[in-house]
T-cell receptor, first 114, second 116 residues
Framework: AQSVTQPDIHITVSEGASLELRCNYSYGATPYLFWYVQSPGQGLQLLLKYFSGDTLVQGIKGFEAEFKRSQSSFNLRKPSVHWSDAAEYFCAVARTGTASKLTFGTGTRLQVTL | DSGVTQTPKHLITATGQRVTLRCSPRSGDLSVYWYQQSLDQGLQFLIQYYNGEERAKGNILERFSAQQFPDLHSELNLSSLELGDSALYFC???????????????FGPGTRLTVL
């Protein structure tokens, strides 16, 4: 079965600093990969997704992620964090062929200091 | 606003009771998914319905059941509630069933269930 690991439970960055959130997955083939963001009291919003092709994917709100097959990673990055980016971020994976079921990581809570 | 609505927003009940959570998908979406978010288990997929039929099943307890009605809204029924069932329950919808390809899932704001 596929699984997702987000090793950082909580990260604090200063506004304007760069951000990288780590995600490692376990799956026998190339899965579908996603990053979602959850703001307090809100549902989950899709930031970006990777299915195939270019390993660097661009998302909304200035986020990007890079798929590295050799490292089984799909890290999320942003060059300059804004205070409004404070939220919880979830990496998720879906098996190709049964793409409906999302398996989520445990999440990383991002705090932004001014 | 994702277009997915969930009612109620909050629900407080006692152990042993039964509750029903309701989800209305985005207009035109045929698939509905239910997820549970708890401190112990994180975000877990429970079940998916596509156009009224069960399409995929995850870690859903036997005490839980769901259905999707002809108007495509869905209900998640939780019975014989235990303290550990306290969680945030999300509904998501997508255009199609996603059997062979991914269809983006749009999440509702969730229903927070507290079992006392």
């Amino acid at each position: 079965a596929q699984s997702v690991t987000q090793p950082d439970i909580h990260i604090t960055v200063s506004e304007g600093a760069s951000l990288e959130l780590r995600c490692n997955y376990s799956y026998g083939a190339t899965p579908y990969l996603f990053w979602y963001v959850q703001s307090p009291g809100q549902g989950l919003q899709l930031l970006l997704k990777y299915f195939s092709g270019d390993t660097l994917v661009q998302g909304i709100k200035g986020f990007e992620a890079e798929f590295k097959r050799s490292q089984s990673s799909f890290n999320l990055r942003k060059p300059s964090v804004h205070w409004s980016d404070a939220a919880e971020y979830f990496c998720a994976v879906a098996r190709t062929g049964t793409a409906s079921k999302l398996t989520f990581g445990t999440g990383t809570r991002l705090q932004v200091t001014l | 606003d994702s277009g997915v609505t969930q009612t109620p927003k909050h629900l407080i009940t006692a152990t042993g009771q039964r509750v029903t959570l309701r989800c209305s998908p985005r207009s035109g979406d045929l698939s509905v998914y239910w997820y549970q978010q708890s401190l112990d288990q994180g975000l877990q997929f429970l079940i998916q319905y596509y156009n009224g039929e069960e399409r995929a099943k995850g870690n859903i307890l036997e005490r839980f059941s769901a259905q999707q009605f002809p108007d495509l809204h869905s209900e998640l029924n939780l019975s014989s509630l235990e303290l550990g069932d306290s969680a945030l329950y999300f509904c998501a919808s997508s255009a199609h069933g996603g059997r062979d390809s991914y269809n983006e899932q749009f999440f509702g704001p969730g229903t927070r269930l507290t079992v006392l």
